[in-house]
């Protein structure tokens, strides 16, 4: 699988879609359940950068997952999911990049402190617990060395 996927990436790449293995990345990062699309925008907000560390723009981000899209890698639109096959062997791969994992966890952890903190306390249906129960199925294994997430400066 991690064969397959990995040259649907470089595909990708050769066809003008270079941020789409860092992107794929990261929503492998997710739980089973789908990811909201706006969540993933906020990758942008937060810093998701490709491999050579350039921050990936909103615009950047919904073509390159139109295009993981076209090949079938994710599904759906307003939700996003990540065939469990292709989920397994991304962060098998990621296992193996230390670098590269540090960095997609490290927008993993932000994204999920950011969906968190955008409740309204005030608002009953959006209490702290409910937002913690919502993004429970999303944490992870976290990288060695914890919130250090090796991010570049910039």
Do not use: K, N
């Amino acid at each position: 699988m991690a064969v397959l996927y990995g040259l649907s990436l470089d595909l990708l790449a050769g066809h003008g879609v270079p941020h789409a293995r860092p992107v794929l990345a990261l929503l492998a990062l997710f739980a089973a359940e789908p990811v909201p699309t706006a969540l993933l925008r906020a990758a942008a907000v937060v810093g998701l950068q490709d491999p050579r560390g350039v921050r990936i723009t909103e615009e950047v981000l919904e073509r390159t997952v139109t295009a993981l899209r076209d090949i079938g890698l994710v599904h759906g639109t307003s939700l996003l999911t990540v065939d469990p096959l292709v989920r397994e062997a991304v962060r098998a791969a990621l296992a193996h990049e230390p670098e590269a994992a540090q960095a997609v966890h490290g927008v993993f952890v932000d994204l999920l402190e950011l969906a968190v903190h955008a409740v309204d306390p005030e608002d009953p249906g959006h209490a702290p617990v409910v937002a913690r129960a919502r993004a429970a199925p999303h944490r992870g294994p976290r990288p060695a060395g914890g919130r250090d997430r090796g991010r570049r400066p910039g």
